[in-house]
């Protein structure tokens, strides 16, 4: 029989583990092709349903390369930066008209899902609450550094590419 003292070590020990073992199952299902477009929408769908960029932070266009870089591509990260300063040098829009989780100006959004389609293709549908349309936007990531980053998206709706649309020459 342990002592009480040897009883005390191996539950904090398994204790331990257990805490371990769930925050490496945290990081590996953020580690999966539709993880990466969960963890996106997580921290910034709030855009969809509150307008207070003093309580939540700037809006994912508006974000610093360093953060736009745990979610996006390098690539994809320094065409969102560009279009953002373009926009605050030219008080206006630049290239990007829409906020890139919505492909809307105005986004409502009820009934969101995030699903892995293909190898490098993940789809995010969603509806609209007022006239219950939906919309799908497709996302494409690649693994950078053993990381899955979003590499381009899709709006199904229009056939449109951010990345295409962000390489436009810039006024």
Request: some cysteine; proline content about 4%.
């Amino acid at each position: 029989m342990l002592s009480t003292a040897a009883n005390r070590v191996v539950v904090t020990v398994l204790a331990l583990f257990a805490l371990a073992w769930g925050d490496a199952v945290a990081a590996a299902k953020a580690e999966t092709e539709a993880g990466v477009v969960a963890k996106l929408y997580k921290d910034f769908a709030w855009q969809a349903i509150a307008a207070q960029t003093d309580l939540f932070g700037d809006v994912l266009a508006n974000q610093s390369r360093p953060t736009l870089e745990k979610y996006f591509t390098p690539a994809l990260a320094d065409l969102l930066v560009k279009d953002a300063a373009c926009q605050v040098k030219h008080k206006g829009i630049c290239n990007l008209e829409v906020a890139p989780l919505f492909d809307s100006q105005d986004p409502r959004v009820t009934d969101l899902e995030v699903a892995t389609i293909a190898p490098g293709r993940v789809a995010v549908t969603f509806k609209d609450p007022t006239n219950d349309e939906a919309t799908k936007i497709e996302f494409v990531v690649a693994q950078i550094a053993g990381k899955w980053k979003i590499a381009d998206i899709i709006y199904k709706r229009d056939g449109w590419s951010l990345k295409k649309v962000l390489s436009n020459k810039i006024p």
